[in-house]
């Protein structure tokens, strides 16, 4: 069994820095994609960034592409998300999820989340 547990969450005044962690348990960490995903109440849960088994490979929605870095450290079975510049619009939950197959912005092609950390910023 797959445990994500994401945590950094927190509050910011727009134009600051958070940076979210998500720790993944079990061996098999290094040889799935991984995604980050957010959801404000009421609405779906939006693509954010994704990244590959290595790392070598990112993808960042375009709402975010220059202010966000997704990264990954195997060796302590983690991804991270940097996220500069924060906006208020940038406010919600941020789920940390493992991609199991098909295309990396699409939530259905995940298969195990984390219960997500609260980012707030404030204008």
């Known amino acids: 069994q797959v445990q994500l547990v994401e945590s950094g969450g927190g509050l910011v005044q727009a134009g600051g820095s958070l940076r979210l962690s998500c720790a993944a348990s079990?061996?098999?960490?290094?040889?799935?994609?991984m995604g980050w995903f957010r959801q404000v109440l009421g609405k779906e849960r939006d693509f954010v960034a994704a990244?590959?088994?290595?790392?070598?490979?990112?993808y960042y929605a375009d709402s975010v592409k220059g202010r966000f870095t997704i990264s990954r450290d195997n060796a302590k079975n983690t991804v991270y998300l940097q996220m500069n510049s924060l906006k208020p619009e940038d406010t919600a939950v941020y789920y940390c999820?493992?991609?199991?197959?098909?295309?990396?912005?699409?939530?259905?092609?995940?298969?195990?989340w984390g219960q997500g950390t609260q980012v707030t910023v404030s204008s």
């Open positions: 990244l590959s088994w290595s790392g070598g490979s990112t």
């Open positions: 079990g061996r098999t960490f290094s040889s799935y994609a």
């Open positions: 999820a493992r991609l199991g197959s098909g295309r990396y912005y699409d939530a259905a092609s995940y298969d195990y």
